[in-house]
């Protein structure tokens, strides 16, 4: 599986982005697939995952303001971003998991100026 992320930006506080990844390869349908994030200095984190039925999960520090979804008949998944707020600065990564095997894409730089 490989991955391209994009939709990455500079954006001032309570601005949006909406980040993109497509995918290659088959039975794109049945992967899970997930956003992280990975500060400075910090580990990278899990932001928002969904399987292939649509069941979502987020980080609690993104609950209400992100919006994971797919769009299986072009193999990408997109990740709505708002109210963004300077501490969801980070490089942004999506991640396929097909077979027990976790697939990254390159990261996407989101930067929220204050």
């Known amino acids: 599986v490989q991955l391209q992320a994009s939709g990455g930006g500079l954006v001032q506080t309570g601005g949006s982005l909406r980040l993109t990844c497509a995918a290659s390869?088959?039975?794109?349908?049945?992967?899970?697939m997930s956003w992280y994030r990975q500060a400075p200095g910090k580990q990278r984190e899990l932001v928002a995952g969904i399987n292939g039925v649509g069941s979502t999960n987020y980080a609690d520090s993104v609950k209400g303001r992100f919006t994971i979804s797919r769009d299986n008949g072009k193999n990408t998944v997109y990740l709505q971003m708002n109210s963004l707020k300077p501490e969801d600065t980070a490089v942004y990564y999506c991640?396929?998991?097909?077979?027990?095997?976790?697939?990254w894409g390159q990261g996407t730089q989101v930067t929220v100026s204050s």
């Open positions: 390869g088959s039975i794109f349908g049945r992967i899970t």
């Open positions: 991640k396929a998991l097909k077979y027990g095997n976790d697939y």
